[in-house]
């Protein structure tokens, strides 16, 4: 359906957990309080709600987290949302870990495309950024999604004085596989705010210094407001996800299913609507309309753009491992 400023909005990130097996500085502080399990939506709550999403024109899902895939059954949630009537597409992102374990089972679930999170090729700045060392696994990770035939995407936060030095490296990933690579700037959601990103048009114009060859493509990759770019003699492309220098909100097509079971119009504001109340204690018809209500309400209502450059304005005061990014 249409929100109030005729963006048709088609796409719905379901985060399934606030838990994660790393800790990205940026995204999970280590002291970070997890919901109660009882809090959690179950995945019945999440299928209703993907249900009615769907009768008003959801078509696409992200399943994220938390880290997804430490739930246990993701795989078979995902297979259920897949087989949901009106949805036409069910992606996955994650940390990667664990897809050598699961991608089998992710691709019998009829898993769509699957984005990794990468920040760094360097098994010691692994450890700085996520607290774990487990750079081989999420390599590992990327090899398994790969061989598996899954469209393949790693996203990269780029923050300055910590891995942006590492562009290039992590750029030659789309060289030799199929793969696309995308930089996606660092937002100001938890301690996001506090670090240094790095600008993606800086970027895409060191890129052309670097590969005069380099052209824009048009052609569809995503869900999203990725733009990317060809670059000669590399097998995949290289996206840019600009959130603060490119602001691209006229085109924003989603909104966002918490864990906790609240609807996120923007990912910029504390403003949500509590489906989860609904689900615990209304039933039958009633409760099949206060779901559609408040769903129909969050889309409408979604505001006309993010304040991410005016930091002091931003509302949203969860973190990202909380939201789903
Ligand atoms: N655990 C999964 C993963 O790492 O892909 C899914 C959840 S994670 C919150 C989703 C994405 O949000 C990751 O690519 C992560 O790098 C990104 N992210 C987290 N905090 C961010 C921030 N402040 N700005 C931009 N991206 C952020
Ligand atoms: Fe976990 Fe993903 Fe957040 Fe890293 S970015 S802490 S992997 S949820």
Not at 64 to 77: D, I, M, S, W, Y
Not at 174 to 182: E, H
Not at 299 to 318: M, Q
Request: charged share 30%; net charge neutral; proline share 4%.
């Amino acid at each position: 359906m249409k929100d109030q400023y005729q963006r048709n909005i088609d796409y719905m990130r379901v985060s399934v957990t606030d838990r994660c097996n790393l800790r990205c500085r940026y995204c999970m502080p280590k002291d970070i309080e997890l919901l109660p399990m009882e809090e959690i939506l179950s995945f019945e709550e999440i299928l209703e709600i993907v249900h009615q999403a769907a009768s008003l024109g959801i078509r696409k899902i992200k399943i994220t987290g938390g880290e997804p895939l430490v739930r246990k059954n993701c795989t078979g949630l995902i297979a259920k949302i897949r087989e949901t009537e009106g949805i036409e597409k069910v992606t996955l992102t994650t940390n990667g870990i664990l897809l050598p374990e699961y991608i089998e089972d992710l691709k019998a679930a009829g898993i769509d495309g699957i984005n990794i999170s990468l920040d760094t090729l360097r098994k010691d700045r692994f450890q700085e950024i996520t607290g774990f060392d487990a750079l081989d696994q999420v390599l590992a990770g990327i090899d398994a999604s790969l061989n598996a035939g899954i469209r393949t995407k790693i996203n990269t936060v780029l923050q300055k004085g910590v891995n942006d030095g590492e562009w290039q490296d992590l750029m030659l990933l789309a060289k030799d596989r199929p793969l696309d690579v995308r930089f996606i700037e660092m937002m100001p959601i938890g301690y996001g705010a506090v670090s240094t990103g790095v600008s993606d048009i800086e970027l895409r114009s060191k890129i052309r210094e670097l590969y005069p060859g380099t052209e824009e493509d048009h052609t569809a990759h995503g869900n999203g407001p990725a733009v990317y770019v060809r670059i000669p003699g590399f097998c995949g492309g290289v996206g840019f996800i600009a959130a603060i220098n490119e602001k691209f909100c006229k085109d924003c097509n989603r909104i966002r299913l918490t864990s906790a079971g609240r609807i996120k119009p923007c990912l910029c504001y504390g403003d949500s609507f509590d489906l989860r109340e609904i689900l615990r204690t209304k039933e039958g018809p009633e409760r099949d309309a206060l779901l559609k209500e408040t769903l129909q309400k969050a889309i409408t209502y979604k505001p006309k753009e993010h304040c991410f450059e005016a930091k002091s304005s931003v509302t949203e005061k969860k973190k990202m491992s909380q939201i789903g990014g």
